[in-house]
């Protein structure tokens, strides 16, 4: 296996070198040790980052909630499963194939991706549709930085994202779940939005396996499943490409999946949610459209229907 997803072309060979430096010197001006993208491998212990103005004001969850009640069906289904069965997944070497749509397709090393891009760390709520939420301290670059190094052809509409699938590694490959690969996709605009991110790290340490290392994505405005995770393709397409939960049970999961109180789960309402970690008499509390980013992100779906685009 080793070698497999050994990327072939290096950032230095699409980013400018100026900008390169510029990025490493703000690394370096941030005064941590600057570990990320240094040495290229996935293991990156304290990964040196700068506060993010887009982080909400409450207060994260704790490492051991976050990184111990997980979504992550290619290692179970229950939320204990990912913690208990990930450790034994594969993440160096890594790489990314990105390709469709793009000016410069190709297979990104890791280690190439996260060199020299400024890490920051951005406070967002994580709002699953099984209407319970979290808040994570993620560490993360925006996904438009990727897209804007690869360079995206005129005619690209949307973003199609793919997990590894390595079922010696992964146990919950084993069950028709879903249609592996896990899948997901966003329009481009929402791609190329500002609060749309590549996590790579959580509280300034790199992701555990089963919060999506080395790569996941997170969109804090829609449900948790679109934050497809540990990702190994990246496709700029025409038109809007599949996505696993809304192939499995398309008239539960739309392609949108935008947090929205007022449009219910055919089997549940979407009104409130429970705070993990709220504790046993916390109560609910109400969810917020578009998960409390709605300032930033309501204008991209002005004039759509969200009851029918959910
Ligand atoms: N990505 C993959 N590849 N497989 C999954 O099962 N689950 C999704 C999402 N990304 C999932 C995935 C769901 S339903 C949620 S709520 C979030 O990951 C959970 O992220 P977390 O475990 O880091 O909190």
Avoid at 112 to 126: K, S, T
Avoid at 236 to 247: F, G, H, I, K, V
Wanted: hydrophobic share 40%; with cysteine; aromatic share 12%.
């Amino acid at each position: 296996m080793a070698g497999r997803y050994k990327g072939d072309l290096a950032w230095s060979a699409v980013t400018p070198k100026s900008d390169y430096l510029n990025r490493r010197q703000l690394i370096l001006s941030a005064g941590a040790a600057a570990t990320v993208g240094v040495t290229g491998g996935p293991a990156l212990a304290s990964i040196a980052t700068v506060p993010s103005r887009y982080s909400t004001d409450e207060t994260p969850n704790t490492w051991d909630e976050i990184t111990s009640y997980n979504n992550f069906y290619e290692f179970g289904t229950d939320k204990e499963d990912p913690k208990r069965n990930a450790g034994r997944l594969t993440i160096d070497p890594w790489a990314v194939q990105i390709d469709g749509l793009v000016e410069r397709p190709g297979s990104y090393d890791f280690g190439d991706i996260v060199a020299g891009v400024q890490m920051e760390e951005r406070i967002y709520r994580l709002r699953c549709v099984e209407a319970w939420s979290m808040v994570v301290p993620w560490v993360g670059f925006e996904l438009k930085d990727l897209l804007d190094r690869v360079g995206v052809q005129p005619s690209a509409r949307y973003v199609a994202f793919e997990t590894l699938a390595r079922p010696d590694e992964m146990p919950g490959l084993r069950y028709p779940v879903l249609d592996w690969p896990y899948r997901e996709g966003l329009r481009l605009d929402e791609a190329m939005h500002p609060l749309t991110i590549l996590a790579t790290g959580i509280y300034g340490e790199a992701l555990p396996n089963q919060n999506g290392a080395p790569l996941r994505l997170v969109v804090p405005w829609k449900y948790g499943f679109k934050s497809i995770k540990s990702i190994v393709r990246i496709t700029l397409t025409a038109d809007e490409p599949p996505a696993s939960w809304n192939m499995a049970q398309p008239n539960e999961y739309g392609f949108y999946s935008n947090v929205n109180p007022e449009v219910d789960h055919p089997r549940w309402s979407q009104a409130t949610e429970r705070r993990i970690g709220g504790g046993l008499f916390a109560g609910r509390q109400p969810t917020l459209m578009f998960n409390g980013y709605a300032d930033e992100v309501a204008g991209l779906y002005a004039g759509m229907d969200l009851a029918k685009f959910y």
